[in-house]
């Protein structure tokens, strides 16, 4: 079992920044990949960026390129999400996931493929 806690939410200026974390425990990542999605009330999760195990292969929504990085320290079994340029319209609950893969290439941008899930932080951007 894997057990996944976010942080670093909260709320932020138009065009800010924030770095959330999130730590594992129970399990090394190392041959798990991640993902983080976010959601707003009455809505589906929306994948946000994703990386594979070996951390190699990333990949970001199409609303969030250019802004958001993400990236992985195994030795501290945690994932980040730095965000840049924060707008109004990235409000939203992120949530971390993982899923354990044979391939330390895969990732995956659906949700349904991921196992286990954090409790998710909230992010308030104000215009």
């Known amino acids: 079992q894997v057990q996944l806690v976010e942080s670093g939410g909260g709320l932020v200026q138009s065009g800010g920044s924030l770095r959330l974390s999130c730590e594992a425990s129970?399990?090394?990542?190392?041959?798990?990949?991640v993902g983080w999605f976010r959601q707003i009330p009455g809505k589906e999760y929306e994948g946000v960026s994703c990386v594979s195990a070996s951390g190699g292969n990333t990949n970001y929504a199409d609303s969030v390129k250019g802004r958001f990085t993400i990236s992985r320290d195994n030795a501290k079994n945690t994932i980040y999400l730095q965000m840049n340029n924060l707008k109004p319209e990235d409000t939203a609950v992120y949530y971390c996931?993982?899923?354990?893969?044979?391939?330390?290439?895969?990732?995956?941008?659906?949700?349904?493929?991921?196992?286990?899930w954090g409790q998710g932080t909230q992010v308030t951007v104000s215009s």
């Open positions: 996931a993982a899923d354990v893969d044979s391939d330390s290439s895969y990732m995956t941008a659906y949700a349904h493929e991921y196992d286990y």
């Open positions: 129970g399990q090394a990542l190392d041959y798990h990949s």
